[in-house]
């Protein structure tokens, strides 16, 4: 029998030495003959776009010298706004479906589930979202939202509750909706998933002795579970916010970014400038902008994920 | 709250999950098996009625999109040898020789950070590069950009699959006069060998749902994978439901196979090893 749990990074320790010095001096040899040509390709072949875009931000698209030119063109277009805002408004929506949705389904599995088969179907099923590609997401919900043919109109008529079309992926604000209910359909699990093992760690006394003490579901949660949980939140978070700057597939496939500009995020902002309007100088400044405020934004979050670095 | 509740709770909640995630697929499903004579049928069935495979066909085969598929296996295979292979090269030392604890903390905090690369914004130069290097449009572009983002994912599992396995059992082997080669074949190889399986797997799922550089650095069936080609069917002017449907079935039915095999260890690739299957 299976049984996720989470695993937190135990304090740092030593290792131990293990050998004679002259031994583990030839090791260590041993591993640098290894590990630096694979690592120094990898490093190389990240690198190389890196330093490539730079170049491509500060020439003309004839290859001429502009110097900031590009930045300052593609910094006052309203349109990198625009992207700005519809992914912050998309983050606003689905971060906090996603966790509030997954916490809730944690909580209730955890507490009325106890047959440990069914807890395995459960995680088994719920990994089924993660592993549909998001093309194929995109697919059923443009099944279930089209104009004419979705079903979801088709079914609310049949209820009676609608008589009329319900235009999901032209009204901006549906819109909005429609595309973001596609990304807590498949993530939601994922939260669920993480928050669940981490409720496996609750350590079961402390739980009954509160329980003793007349710890009712809200306490019990707010006092003792939620402090294990704590890092899994950052976690999800960081994951997610990372997954939503990437976002793109299920969008292109829905909406292409409208009506107008309405579900244009960052990404698919950045695909247009560059491979729909062909404006390398401007698209490449985009991406080292991005490039850069990810990496710094790296830098402050990263030390906080627990995760097992040793 | 009382027991009673709670479970009445559960009830409701768990089954108005499964409506909205069964519902979706089975919709999917019961579109991918309508005739075309169903599709400009004023009633929409909800049931299946008179399911044919007929849009199967018409995908693979007509459409040609069987071409795609090969290329997908094609690309998600080379993907999958090379992260792993890069994978063991870079975690093998940090995990089973004697390296300073600040290389092993500094590879896997970069190979972390390679995670979170928008990869819109690194797909920019590396369009340039693929023009310069004449590469555009075949295999080799897309193999390569899917080994650097996969190797994250790769970097982390191995590591974690590897510390696991205890280091007395090589340096028993070593011993007994074998070298460290013979070592890492016949002792660790093999007691690494289902958790590089599990690697492989997630790799492959993941370069296998891959839509975006597929879509910027292909152009024609000689590279295209097959999500481009779903993309293509999605996007038309009139869109032929029972073929997107029948695209979507397909795409989906490859990582859904592989999550049997991989389903303990999908959840730890995604969280980098913090949760982890006990």
Known sequence: MSRLVAELPAPTTQNPVRAGRRRRSRQERLAYKILLPALGTVVVIVTIPFILAVVQSIQADDGTWVGLQNYARALSNPGFYDALRATGLYAV?????????????????????????????????????????????????????????????????????????????????????????????????????????????????????????????????????????????????????????????????????????????????????????????????????????ISLLYTLVTRLLPLERT | MAIGARLALAVIGLAAAAIVYAFPLYWLIVTSLKSKAELFASTIHLLPHNPTFEPYVSVLIDRGFWVLLKNSVIVCASTVVITIALGLLITYPITRLPVPVGLRVGVLNWALSLRFLPPVAVVIPYFAIVRTLQIYDQPIALIGIYSLFNLPFAIWMLKGFLAEIPLELEDAALVDGANRW?????????????????????????????????????????????????????????????????????????????????????????????????
């Open chain 2, 182 to 278: 013979t070592a890492f074949r016949r002792v660790l190889l093999p007691l690494a060998a289902p958790g590089l399986l599990a690697a492989a797997t997630i790799v492959f799922t993941f370069a296998w749902s891959e839509f975006l550089f597929a879509l910027i650095l292909t152009a024609t069936p000689n590279a295209q994978t097959f999500p481009v080609g779903v993309q293509g069917l999605v996007t038309q002017f009139e869109i032929i439901w029972n073929d997107m449907a029948a695209s979507g079935v397909i795409a989906m039915t490859i990582p859904l196979i592989l999550m049997v095999v991989a389903r303990k260890y999908m959840v730890a690739g995604l969280t980098f090893g913090v949760i982890r299957d006990k």
């Open chain 1, 93 to 293: 929506i689905v971060l906090p479906a996603e966790i509030v949705l997954g916490l809730g389904f944690a909580l209730l599995v955890h507490r009325t589930v106890q047959s440990p088969g069914l807890r395995a179907t459960l995680y088994i099923l719920a990994v089924v979202p993660l592993v549909v590609p998001p093309v194929a997401v995109g697919v059923v919900a443009r099944l279930i939202y089209a104009p004419g043919y979705g079903v979801l109109n088709v079914i609310l008529e049949r209820l009676g509750i609608i008589h009329q079309e319900i235009e999901w992926l032209s009204v901006p604000a549906l819109a909005m909706f429609s595309v973001a209910s596609v990304d807590i359909w498949q993530w939601t699990p994922f939260v669920y998933l993480v928050l669940f093992a981490g409720l496996q760690t609750v350590p079961k006394e402390s739980v009954e002795a509160a329980q003793v003490d007349g710890a009712t579901w809200w306490t019990q949660f707010v006092y003792i579970e939620l402090h294990y949980l704590r890092p899994l939140f950052l976690l999800i978070l960081f994951f997610r916010a990372a997954d939503i700057l990437r976002v793109f597939d299920h969008i292109f496939i829905l909406t292409g970014g409208g009506p107008g500009t309405t579900t244009q995020l960052l990404s698919l902002y950045l695909y247009r400038v560059e491979f729909r309007f062909f404006q390398t100088g401007q698209g490449s400044a985009l991406a080292v902008v991005v490039l850069v405020s």
